[in-house]
């Protein structure tokens, strides 16, 4: 049978030379996964509504996505639907960012050292170059840091086109605050308000707080209370403002 004229994508060959594709739905998110067998010349319907989908490394396993979940199935004969299914619960797992960050290093410093276009690596002892950068690998206390520690050394290979970047990051809420527009100065323990901003109260997006219709404060006053809280020069006035933007 014929393959249609359809729109694939996503070729990938099984053991037996079976050749797998999914074939775009219009106005569906999930695609149809197809095969075509180049000893028989067949193409048959394999799967439906498969998001995407990856053979194993010896070409006789199959692990598919469809619906959210994940179900791994022989390349061979026809799977059922259901079948397979992987208990893809939620894991939580304690990492040593440290440990990570110091294996992370040394595998740039690997994959450089064997991808290398030049074998000569440019003229550099990269055995040195490790040891160099190697000895800040105690003060990493970010991925940013580790980052740039290892731009630095690939950096010393002098060749365009080599970056570093990305990682996990630790994800910070943002809490909003207000503001108030003004300046302040630290008198008798106290806040004191040393500049008003104005604004253009006219624009809503630019209101000054202070200078709105019907507020009498003015520079030189102090501030002794927010929300009913005490307020003295031991804390931090933005504090007082968290979530009230």
């Known amino acids: ?57 010896d070409g006789k396993k199959m692990l598919y996505l469809s619906d959210n979940n994940y179900f791994i199935t022989d390349v061979t004969g026809k799977p059922k ?58 003060y990493v206390a970010h991925r940013s840091d580790l980052n740039f520690l290892i731009g630095e050394m690939i950096g010393e290979l002098a060749v365009g086109h080599a970056y570093v970047g990305g990682g996990d990051f630790p994800e910070v809420d943002r809490v909003s605050g207000g503001l108030l527009g003004a300046d302040y100065e630290i008198v008798n323990d106290r806040y004191r308000i040393k500049k008003i901003y104005s604004g253009l109260n006219w624009n809503p997006d630019l209101k000054a707080p202070l200078t709105a219709p019907g507020t009498t404060v003015s520079e030189g006053d102090f501030i002794l209370r927010v929300n009913g809280r005490d307020l003295k020069a031991s804390i931090n006035i933005y504090s007082l403002f968290e979530k009230t933007a």
């Open 1 to 57: 049978m014929p393959v249609p004229d359809r729109e694939y994508f996503n070729l990938q060959v099984a053991a037996d030379s079976t050749i797998f594709f999914l074939e775009s739905i219009p106005n569906e998110r999930a695609a149809t996964l197809h095969r075509f067998s180049m000893k028989e010349r067949k193409f048959e319907l394999f799967l439906e509504k498969v998001n995407s989908y990856v053979i194993s490394a």
């Open 81 to 138: 639907a259901g079948e397979g299914k992987l208990n893809t619960g939620i894991m939580e797992v304690r990492i040593d960012p440290r440990a990570e960050w110091e294996q992370m290093y040394h595998e740039a410093w690997r994959i450089n050292r064997d991808f290398f276009y030049d074998p000569n690596m440019h003229g550099i002892d990269w055995q040195k170059i490790r040891n160099k950068y190697a000895q800040f690998l105690p």
